[in-house]
């Protein structure tokens, strides 16, 4: 369990490729990329439940919430016990079980992009490495140029309606851990308190 939530949380161990070819692939789709830049900047509130899958066939369910801009929530239910939140510039990783925590730079993750105020897959820090539609679904992958022991993070979206439906890690090892939103709620307001984590070592 904790190798694949490591890949999830680092998502960012690949050396990327050149400047060159992920700016080709953003603009040979710039026009489909920009209807998704523009669904996910319309998202104020997503919560969702979630099935998590690793390449050792271990299956995780939880519930993710993502409040923009500036918060996210993955909350994994027993017996795993793991919170991670994201909260303005900190990513906070929260073993119940072992009641340790642990703090990370937002951004240093590129999963920190679906928190930012404005999504922009042109941002200066963001390559664009893959773009593929395909029976119904678009996939968009990416990395953090200034992350160079770093990894690949892909958005999956259905189409007609667009629809975020998947996100995947992918490390320098090739592990790739899944995780598949279902039961999307984009109207229920979501209270701040979810985002606050009280760090158990604390008194």
């Given amino acids: 369990m904790k190798t694949a939530l490591q890949v999830f949380i680092s998502l960012c161990l690949l050396v990327y490729p050149s400047q060159i070819l992920a700016n080709e692939v953003y603009e040979r789709n710039q026009t489909d990329i920009s209807k998704i830049e523009k669904y996910l900047n319309n998202i104020k509130y997503l919560g969702a439940t979630f099935l998590q899958e690793s390449q050792d066939s271990l299956i ?3 519930k993710f919430y993502l409040s923009r801009p500036g918060k996210m929530r993955i909350e994994y239910k027993e017996p795993s016990e793991i919170l991670i939140v994201v909260n303005g510039g900190v990513l906070t990783y929260q073993d119940v079980e072992l009641e340790e925590t642990s703090y990370l730079r937002t951004n240093s993750t590129p999963a920190s992009l679906l928190t930012r105020k404005n999504i922009s897959f042109s941002a200066k820090d963001i390559e664009v490495t893959n773009f593929t ?6 996939k968009l992958s990416l990395l953090k ?5 770093a990894g690949e993070f892909t958005l999956t ?14 490390d320098d090892m ?3 851990v899944t995780i598949t939103l279902e039961k999307h709620d984009f109207v229920t307001k979501i209270d701040n308190k979810l985002f606050i984590i009280k760090n158990s070592q604390l008194p």
């Avoid at 140029?145 to 022991?149: A, L």
């Avoid at 979206?157 to 992918?170: D, G, L, R, V």
């Fill in 60 to 62: 995780t369910y939880g």
């Fill in 133 to 138: 539609r395909e029976k119904g679904l678009i």
């Fill in 145 to 149: 140029k200034n992350k160079q022991e």
């Fill in 157 to 170: 979206f259905s189409e007609n309606p667009i629809k975020f439906i998947k996100m995947q890690a992918k």
């Fill in 174 to 176: 090739d592990q790739i």
